[in-house]
């Protein structure tokens, strides 16, 4: 979801791995342990959370959220949690980065201090006032001022205990008086319109003459402020909830008298806290991207640049091969521009994740892996080390088996870990770790089941492979067998490493990540999945002492159980059908698919009474055939099926609709279904999956109500028909199938800022390839870092590399000047207080006086 600003999109995402946590305070008890886990919220919404780590208090967490951010925020925060016996939550602190703050810490590893969570450090929203200061003239002659505090309206207030009924309080703070006045409560709204005037004397007549008297005003006001706090009334004895308060001196009516902003609500003496506690702290990695995109043919150059490192298509993996050989091809993949970007960044993942949606968005993702593929293949030295380093190779294949394999997973592996997840079967093996009442013999055979379900399953799911996994995998085997002609096993190995190391371990291990499961397993569930992933990795290696692959004793001993030439003979006959270069996709189009599922918020279809009684909690699941939902997870058969032809359109619902964030409704040539997610991230991804497939139905509807027709007319237009048409336009729609949608200008905005970033590696590059086509010597240290096979043409890459780079900096450059000459400070949409446009500001200002 982008943000249009005059013909630019601007997206925001943030990949974030949570490490873990050291020396949290032990829990007042004899067990001090705790069972902690962690969440990730945009401000005060939680947007995900991570497992439970049972009894310590050190956990360690490991795992990795990425997201795109629908809409603005402040902090990214982490708050930490503890479960107690009774299943209770309590906050026991929170890390919370300001959004401008975020760059200091991308992609690097970080120690945050856990801070206390301060009922009044926690604000959000803004407000919209006006200060208008007059001179009065009384009856006697003598001049006094008046200040008119006029508070318009606030946007995006939090909603504590799932309620919002806000009133504001403006106070006028002086040397020698304080002197307060309150707005009307404005009831569930957490954007409430005010519009309420407030007069305040801020000198009295005196007995000084004109003169003397004017100067002793000013130095008063300037001594004075306004105070605006807002307030969430509460039906609960311990008082109103505090949402925020704004400061702002009278001297800023010095130039003019009337001062007229948008402020962002700030926490109460700026949210110190007084309390020295030490709560541990907390490691975290993000990855914090704001993307402007411009349009297509700002990117042609470096586009076409980039595509020209995959320009074999329509040749069969095997002339690819060819091609890709530096022995056999006149321009060795080591110069195209691809595996320059894979050279220069910091790590491989990073050139890694655009490059493959990009290839992947015009059908070339196939030739490009197979030829930096063959090109590691031929540098290698040993078979058993093959694809075994973080290489640009092995992070695009592991990249494109997650974005083109998640609907494999979801068909192979998703039945059985459901039926995991919902039975929780005792399967610890390990002696040290049973609990009491627990046989080791009958834990042994429920996990030795599991193990041989999952690997069943999985060797007999060949013909489901997607085609462009099984033509990467035949172009690994055909490498891979060329190069080490000695060794019959490789051409196994250096698939399975792959399918089975890469794959499908990583998906049994944490199914969440995969969308097999809508939450993290529980703890006994999640040691299950471990043990199940770790054996099946082993069976699927094909290493030839597999009990020795084993750190533990009890797992070398479980894997006894298994008749090794057996599974042995399945694994490879499963992994000759996935890399055959005769093997195609034999699914059927019209098979189900499972796309997404999880609980949300029902509105009851066809009421037309407003009542909380009409919002369900139900498990919906969406297909490729049908969305529908179900009383509970477990329940077989819907409530309501709508099939994917009758969805006219899938939109968001305004907030003041029903008071309810997070909305968003489905619309049906009969009724609407309204609908609201858990955050605003869930919300967003169930909008665009639901749009996504139901885009081919030719029913669509180009315009719809974005409000809900309640007490006899629709709230957005007020036309009284339900059956009025719509009177917003729909939003623009994606393409026909439930593929990946890919935005390819998207992601050459993303290799260009990558490019942007490591330009001194580019240039070192450079002197690298001038060094070696004139240098006849032993190589260089500090050029030593770089592959080059063909320093000349390398170095026309680079610098046509470096010529594109260059041109769409020049035109950000622009962008952000004429933004700056266009941009008001205290708009709504850059209110003051907003620290990361002050910084802005502060820099385009330094930019336009150096131009200047």
Known sequence: MAVEEEGIRVFQSVRIKIGELKNLPSYPGPNKMRDCYCTVNLDQEEVFRTKIVEK??????????????????????????????????????????????????????????????????????????ELRLSEVITDTGVICHKLAARVLECRGLPIVNGQCDPYATVTLLGPTRTESKKTKVRKKTNNPQFDEVFYFEVTKPSSYNKKSHFEIEEDDVDKMEIRVDLWNASNLKFGDEFLGELKIPLKVLRQSSCYEAWFLLQPRDNGKSGKPDDLGSLRLNVVYTEDHVFSSEYYSPLMDLLLKSGDVDGMS???????????????PVSASAAHVLGEVCREKQEAAIPLVRLFLHFGKIVPLISAIANAEVNRTQDPNTIFRGNSL??????????????????VTLKPIIDEICELHKPCEIDPVKLKDGENLEANKENLKNYV????????????????????????????AAKRFQGDSDVRFTAVSSFIFLRFFAPAILSPNLFQLSPHHPDPQTSRTLTLISK???????????????????FMAAFYDYFNEQKYADAVKNFLDLISSSGRRDHKSIEQPILLKEGFMIKRAQGRKRFGMKNFKKRWFRLTNHEFTYHKSKAADHPLCSIPIENILAVEKVEEESFKMKNMFQVIQPIRTLYIQANNCVEAKEWIDILTKVSQCNKKRLTVYHPSAYLNGHWLCCKA?????PGCTPCTGGLPANIQLVIDGDRETE??????????????KMQEACGSRSVYDGPEQEEYSSFIIDDPRETYKT????????????????????????????????????DKSFQTYIRQQSAVSTHSI
Request: charged share 25%.
């Open 56 to 129: 310590s208090l050190c956990p360690f967490y490991g795992e990795d959220f990425y997201c795109e951010i629908p809409r603005n925020f402040r902090h990214l925060s982490f708050y930490i949690f503890d479960r107690d016996v009774f299943r209770r939550d309590s906050i026991m602190g929170k890390v919370a980065i300001l959004k401008e703050d975020l760059q200091k810490y991308n992609n690097r590893e970080t120690w945050f201090q856990v801070q206390h969570v301060d009922a009044d450090s926690e604000v959000q929203g803004k407000v919209h006032l």
């Open 317 to 331: 993996p095997t002339k690819i091969l060819k091609l890709s050989d530096p022995s056999t091809s006149s321009l």
């Open 393 to 410: 190779t092995s992070k695009c294949i592991d990249e494109t088996m997650k974005l083109a394999g998640m609907h494999y997973l979801q």
């Open 452 to 479: 041989d379900q999952i690997f069943n399953v999985i060797t007999k799911s060949g013909v489901s492979c997607p085609t462009v996994m099984c033509d990467i995998f035949f172009s690994l085997r055909e490498s």
């Open 535 to 553: 054996t099946i990795q082993t069976l699927g290696s094909l290493s030839k002492s597999k009990s020795a692959s084993f750190k533990e004793t």
């Open 720 to 724: 009284t028909s339900e059956n009025a």
């Open 750 to 763: 993303r290799i260009y800022s990558l490019f942007n970033i490591y330009m001194s590696k580019l240039e």
């Open 798 to 833: 680079l610098c046509s590399i470096i010529e594109a780079v260059k041109m769409l900096e020049e035109e950000h450059a622009q962008y952000k000047r004429d933004k700056f000459k266009k941009t008001k400070y205290g708009s709504q949409e850059h209110p003051i207080g």
